[in-house]
Structures are given as structure tokens and as C-alpha cells.
């Protein structure tokens, strides 16, 4: 079973940027249909926050970072992004990036197979 490890977190002041990075222990284009980022809040439920579907061949996000997060893969490093730009207080959280070998639902933690431990995501001035 594949293994992910994210990195990148830290803490940015309100308007910064971050690049979280997903490192998979295998191929994740070749073996899964999706690939996601979601991020949980303190007593608050994981949140989807973007998708990268390559059946469908697009990406989807979560209307309040829309414009704002970008995510991606390089899939000859096994590995999946989220550039993070204009970062508000409201963007703190755990992140955790997820693969899925079902093409949907996109938005739902249950659709999704393996998950990374989580990256801290501080935003505070």
C-alpha cells in the first residue's frame, strides 16, 4: 500500500504563501484515479479543499479557495502539491493530502483510500 508524507507547513502571516508537497512511496498516476487535499480545523471535521481528478481531467476546489490554492502533481516524483497564495487567518489548519483509485465523489473523506499524517498550517500575524 502506497505511503504519503506531506511537508511544507509552518506558520505565514496573513497574505503569505506556502507550498505544501505530498511525497508518495509509489506510482500514484499510474494506480489512482484522484488525488486531494483536505484540511481539518481544531474541533472541526476534515474539509475538502481541492481535488486533481485525471479521469476527469480537472481539478476542483472548495469555493473558499478558489483563485487563491492551486494544486498539482509531478508524477515522475510521485509527488502532489498545494501552492497556497493570499493566505488568511481562516486557512489554519492540519492538511492532509489523500489518493482515491474511484473517480467520485470528489469532496467526501470516505471516497478517498490513503492519507498522509498531516501538515500544521498556521496563519497569524
Known amino acids: 500500500q502506497v505511503q504519503l508524507v506531506e511537508s511544507g507547513g509552518g506558520l505565514v502571516q496573513p497574505g503569505g504563501s506556502l507550498r505544501l508537497s505530498c511525497v508518495a512511496s509509489?506510482?500514484?498516476?499510474?494506480?489512482?484515479?484522484?488525488v486531494a487535499w483536505f484540511r481539518q480545523a481544531p474541533g472541526t471535521e476534515r474539509k475538502f479543499v481541492a481535488t486533481?481528478?485525471?479521469?476527469?481531467?480537472?481539478?476542483y476546489y472548495e469555493d473558499a479557495v478558489k483563485g487563491r490554492f492551486t494544486i498539482s502533481t509531478d508524477n515522475a516524483k510521485n509527488t502532489i502539491y498545494l501552492q497556497m497564495n493570499s493566505l488568511e487567518p481562516a486557512d489554519t489548519a492540519v492538511y492532509y493530502c489523500a489518493v482515491a483509485q474511484r473517480s467520485d465523489p470528489i469532496a467526501t473523506t470516505w471516497a478517498y483510500d490513503t492519507w498522509g499524517q498531516g501538515t500544521q498550517v498556521t496563519v497569524s500575524s
Open positions: 509509489g506510482s500514484i498516476a499510474s494506480s489512482f484515479a484522484m
Open positions: 486533481l481528478s485525471w479521469t476527469a481531467g480537472n481539478t
